[in-house]
């Protein structure tokens, strides 16, 4: 898997859009750019993932370059909820029926009130 | 609510205890994770089981033995444990296949392990 290198913190007031970069400069032409989050004390929840078209759901919107070095991840109305450490993860399409996901350190993103 | 539950949510043992953490999805999935998260580090994948074959085992000492008796349960027996094994265990799950694609993990709240 492609490594990714992201912001350790930020913080975002809320009400604002929340923008979280990752760099994944090596991705290969096969591999998804995956977004989880784990609040404080609790699993990482899956948020969005992309190849190559930007993508949105209720959650997040996902804008990924075209050369797709890079990506960001938009919470558009920051609440003090989406306060959590937010993992930005590169895969190829599974092959072997089963996935072995690494988490990094992700960022760690504050909603400041 | 995720459709993956682990029990229990706290757990506090000596180091000559031996316990279990179970857990359970109700998603229908045919794989199941475990892992670690030590304070102030990344999350540790131990174990991986697909089709209720341990096809995962990251080095993790024989202190933590998984069993997986059916897809929809997951179990970790612990024994002869050490102070730094304290951490938050995870479960999680997926549905995964050669024809299914990448799927997201599901994750449960997790267990929190104390070892005195």
């Known amino acids: 898997d492609a490594k990714t290198t992201q912001p350790p913190s930020m913080d975002c007031a809320e009400g604002r859009a929340a923008n979280l970069p990752c760099n994944h400069s090596?991705?290969?032409?096969?591999?998804?750019v995956y977004w989880y989050r784990q609040i404080h004390s609790q699993g990482p929840q899956y948020i969005i993932h992309?190849?190559?078209n930007n993508e949105t759901n209720e959650m997040a919107s996902l804008i990924i370059t075209e050369d797709r070095k890079s990506s960001t991840l938009i919470l558009p109305h920051a609440t003090l909820r989406d306060t959590a450490v937010y993992y930005c993860i590169v895969r190829a399409r599974n092959s072997g029926g089963y996935q072995k996901v690494t988490f990094g350190i992700g960022t760690k993103l504050q909603v400041i009130p | 609510e995720t459709g993956v539950t682990q029990t229990p949510r706290h757990l506090v043992m000596g180091m000559t205890n031996k316990k279990s953490l179970k857990c359970e999805q109700h998603?229908?999935?045919?794989?199941m994770y475990w892992y670690k998260q030590s304070a102030k580090k990344p999350l540790e994948l131990m174990f991986v089981?697909?089709?209720?074959?341990?096809?995962e085992n990251n080095s993790v000492p024989s202190r933590f033995s998984p069993e997986c008796p059916n897809s929809s349960h997951l179990f970790l027996h612990l024994h002869t444990l050490q102070p730094e094994d304290s951490a938050l265990y995870l479960c999680?799950?997926?549905?995964?296949?050669?024809?299914?694609?990448?799927?997201?993990?599901?994750f449960g709240e997790g267990s929190r392990l104390t070892v005195l």
């Open positions: 999680a799950s997926s549905q995964d296949g050669l024809a299914g694609g990448l799927r997201e993990l599901f």
């Open positions: 089981y697909s089709l209720e074959e341990r096809v």
């Open positions: 090596t991705i290969s032409g096969n591999e998804y």
């Open positions: 992309g190849l190559k």
């Open positions: 998603l229908g999935h045919n794989a």
